[in-house]
């Protein structure tokens, strides 16, 4: 890994940290580990491929999705293609703000269980974790956690009248600006 990159992953790192202590408290009692699937607000569902009107390719970079914003109609179901070009570990997440924050928590704790390592996931320590905690991994259709050049699909069915964002929620990504807001339109 070149010494910039390790350099952007600290500095990333820390700046989670450091949102994580402040909003801590805000967090606490409200993680949810379904990634806002089945939570509060109507985000979508899973939907069915033979339903999908079209697919839409994803590329992850370090700290950036192309394309970098989306518009879909409503009930609309989509068939994601997702690939990581970076050199990190990289999430492809549909949820709300307030979803991907409540998220965080979660997605720290995967980093300091060795689960989430900058260019990798550690599927041993995920097993450890799911041992100890009851939960190490997340599997949910609303979501893809990918390595460096791994792909992923997912199909997803668009509510009505949602503010929904597609974002990374490995720590520090996020806030780096590898977020994208979703449209909903008539």
Not at 24 to 46: E, P, R, T, Y
Not at 94 to 103: D, G, L, N
Not at 146 to 161: D, Q, R
Request: aromatic share 6%; net charge neutral; with cysteine.
């Amino acid at each position: 890994m070149r010494k910039s990159h390790i350099s952007t992953l600290a500095i990333s790192m820390t700046a989670a940290a450091a949102l994580l202590v402040a909003g801590s408290a805000l967090a606490a009692g409200k993680q949810d580990h379904h990634h806002g699937h089945g939570g509060a607000a109507d985000i979508g569902k899973a939907g069915k491929a033979s339903a999908a009107t079209r697919t839409v390719t994803i590329t992850m970079h370090d700290n950036y999705y192309e394309p970098k914003g989306m518009t879909f109609k409503e009930g609309e179901t989509v068939r994601f293609v997702i690939h990581n070009k970076g050199e990190f570990v990289h999430e492809f997440t549909i949820a709300t703000a307030e979803m991907h924050k409540s998220h965080a928590p979660a997605m720290q704790m995967m980093v300091e269980h060795g689960v989430l390592e900058p260019d990798r996931i550690n599927w041993e320590a995920a097993k450890q974790m799911q041992a100890k905690m009851g939960h190490g991994m997340h599997d949910e259709p609303n979501s893809a956690l990918l390595e460096p050049g791994k792909s992923a699909e997912i199909v997803w069915t668009f509510p009505k009248h949602a503010a929904l964002e597609f974002a990374c929620n490995v720590p520090g990504h996020y806030e780096s600006g590898m977020v994208g807001k979703i449209k909903l339109s008539h």
